[in-house]
Each structure stands twice: as structure tokens, then as C-alpha cells.
């Protein structure tokens, strides 16, 4: 029998150990007996019952951070504050929402900005202002780091826009420099700055024959792309198929590309190459470091080398990509 339940959850801040607590309200049409939370800076998700309508779950929080709601299989993500925070819930036809938040300002930053960055994905031409000056509205918070690390994978290759880069993390607080994507941030653009040249030839990487083997180049190409990715990702998919409907975007440009899929299933990436039709060269990582020597996290990444590896230039997308082999 479906039954109706208010349920509260409010995220109570110890500041003086770095402590927080959730506690959730829900509107349910079914009876709800849990509530689970992560975060980008737990090892581990946290659950509680609920009790007199409310779960109570604390967490070592020392900055604002992003979060995942779970209630049964359904998911709420968000980014919160520190302090005493309502975070109010619809879970109804099965389907689980944010109705409203109080005493979280970052929350409706987040949302405002995850619509921003989808509507310039879908036409660039209303240009990157908006993430810079997100930037700079969040310096000295936590949530800084999330439009931060948009900027670094748009200006990678800029070394005006990376020294910023390098400034505005330096100045941070120590709340923030512990924070798990700042860490991200700062190896992937230390690789960006500090490494020219990545010699293939020293790692041993998996082939759809389940063998180790080094990367083969075809040698009279003038260029190599090596495209970063891995089967759950919607992007790098989405790309594929682009690279499908247009055979010769690489070899027109007189470069080959290579594909370094970070599964680990071989069963299920070799099974995506097969049914996808992939027709270009595709390795699994296995067990080589070779996307943490260059400290890739984001995915797709694509990187150009020359003919004795140097690293030319390192991309989001393909349309970046052809664009940098053109000139």
C-alpha cells in the first residue's frame, strides 16, 4: 500500500572539526526506509534510516562539495555548503527530484551553471565569459574548482590561461587544496606545463587479443592522435560516431588515430568495438600508467604527437582536435 512520508534531512556543520550533518525532507508516494550519501571527498557512501521522518548522516566536510543523494536505485546530485542546509526531495512515480534547498547558496550556483555550460555546449558562439567569471564570483570556495577545471580543458594549451590557472590555485585555501578535484586539477596541469614528449615505447598496453603489446604507428603519418576513453562514457560515444560518419577526418590531415580505452573488461570493450564497428586502432590500458603519467581524468582527452612523440597539443573533442591538425 503506497503511503505518503515526510521525510527531513539537514546537513549540520561541526566547524570546529570539520563536521557536517544530512538531514533530508521527502515527499513520497511510497514508503522510504533509507537515504544514502557520497561525495567527491568520501571514500566511502553513508547511509541511515529514517526515523521520526528524519536521517541524519555526518560527514567530515571542511568545504562545500559535491554530492549524490541515493534513495533505493534513483539519484539526486548537487553541489552544498557547509553549515545547517534543508535539502527538501520529491520521490514520486519513481522518479527523484530537488524541490528546494535552504542555506545553500552554492546549490543554485551549480545549477546555474551546469545549465550555462550545457547551452554552450550545444552553441559556442554565446562564447566562455560565463566560466571565467564564475571563477572569479568563487574564489576562496570549494566550488571554484568545478568551473576551473571547464577552463583547463578549454585553454590547455593556452600558457597565458594555464599560468592563471597555476595563480588562482596557489591562492587557495587549505580547505580547498585538499578537495580531490583540486588534486586532479593541479597533476593535470603540472603534466600540461612540465612534460613535451611521452615515449610510447615504454608501455605495454592490451590488444583485442587479450596480449600485451607496444603501440604500432603507422610510420609515414605525419601526426598520431591518441584518443582517451572508455565504453561509459557518453561523450567519448557520442564522438565515435562521429569519427564513423566521417572515415577520413584523421587521414585527410595526414594523422593517424589511436584509441586507449581505459575499461577493465576486455570482454565488454572488445564487444563495443565489434558491435560499434570501430575500425581504427584500439588498445586497453591494462595495467600501464600511461593516462596517470599524463594525468588525464577527462574523458574523451586527445592528444597530438609528431613523429618522435612530442606532444603538440592536447583536446576535449574532436572538433578542437581537426582544428589544431589544420594548422
Given at each position: ?14 566547524l ?7 538531514c ?5 508516494d ?5 537515504v ?7 571514500s ?15 560527514t ?8 549524490s543523494?541515493?534513495?533505493e ?28 534547498t ?35 564570483e ?5 566550488f ?9 580543458k ?5 600558457k ?16 580547498i ?7 586532479m ?16 615505447n ?9 596480449l ?21 562514457c ?11 560518419a566521417?572515415?577520413?577526418i ?7 588515430l ?11 570493450w ?29 574523458y574523451?582527452?586527445?592528444i ?9 597539443g592536447?583536446?576535449s573533442?574532436?572538433?578542437d ?7
Amino acid at each position: 500500500m503506497k503511503k505518503t512520508c515526510y521525510i527531513l534531512l539537514v546537513l549540520i556543520s561541526n566547524l570546529t572539526f570539520g563536521q557536517s550533518e544530512f538531514c533530508i525532507h521527502i515527499k513520497s508516494d511510497v514508503t522510504v526506509d533509507s537515504v544514502s550519501v557520497s561525495g567527491m571527498n568520501l571514500s566511502n557512501r553513508l547511509t541511515s534510516e529514517f526515523k521520526n521522518g528524519i536521517a541524519r548522516i555526518k560527514t567530515p566536510s571542511k568545504s562545500s562539495d559535491q554530492y549524490s543523494i541515493y534513495i533505493e536505485d534513483k539519484i539526486v546530485n548537487g553541489w552544498f555548503n557547509t553549515g545547517e542546509i534543508n535539502i527538501y526531495l520529491d520521490y514520486k512515480k519513481n522518479e527523484l527530484s530537488i524541490t528546494k534547498t535552504k542555506n545553500t547558496p552554492v546549490y543554485q550556483k551549480h545549477k546555474t551553471y551546469v545549465k550555462a555550460y550545457k547551452d554552450y555546449l550545444n552553441d559556442k558562439s554565446s562564447g566562455t565569459d560565463f566560466i571565467k567569471n564564475a571563477i572569479l564570483e568563487n574564489d576562496q570556495d570549494a566550488f571554484v574548482l568545478f568551473p576551473l577545471n571547464h577552463w583547463l580543458k578549454l585553454y590547455q594549451n593556452d600558457k597565458k590561461e594555464l599560468n592563471f590557472i597555476k595563480a588562482f590555485l596557489e591562492k587557495q585555501p587549505k580547505a580547498i587544496k585538499e578537495h580531490l578535484i583540486y588534486e586532479m586539477v593541479e597533476n593535470r596541469l603540472k603534466k600540461l606545463t612540465e612534460i613535451n614528449k611521452i615515449e610510447l615505447n615504454d608501455y605495454l598496453l592490451i590488444d583485442l587479443n587479450g596480449l600485451e603489446k607496444q603501440i604500432k604507428k603507422e610510420k609515414n603519418n605525419t601526426f598520431t592522435v591518441l584518443d582517451f576513453w572508455f565504453t561509459a562514457c557518453p561523450p567519448c560515444i557520442k564522438e565515435h560516431k562521429e569519427i564513423l560518419a566521417n572515415p577520413n577526418i584523421f587521414s585527410d590531415l595526414n594523422a593517424e588515430l589511436i584509441g586507449i580505452s581505459t575499461d577493465k573488461e576486455q570482454g565488454k570493450w572488445a564487444k563495443y568495438l565489434e558491435k560499434k564497428n570501430i575500425n581504427w586502432k584500439n588498445y586497453r590500458i591494462g595495467t600501464t600508467n600511461l593516462a596517470k603519467d599524463l594525468a588525464i581524468w577527462s574523458y574523451p582527452t586527445y592528444i597530438i604527437l609528431d613523429k618522435e612523440n612530442n606532444i603538440l597539443g592536447s583536446y576535449s573533442n574532436i572538433g578542437d582536435t581537426v582544428n589544431a591538425l589544420k594548422k
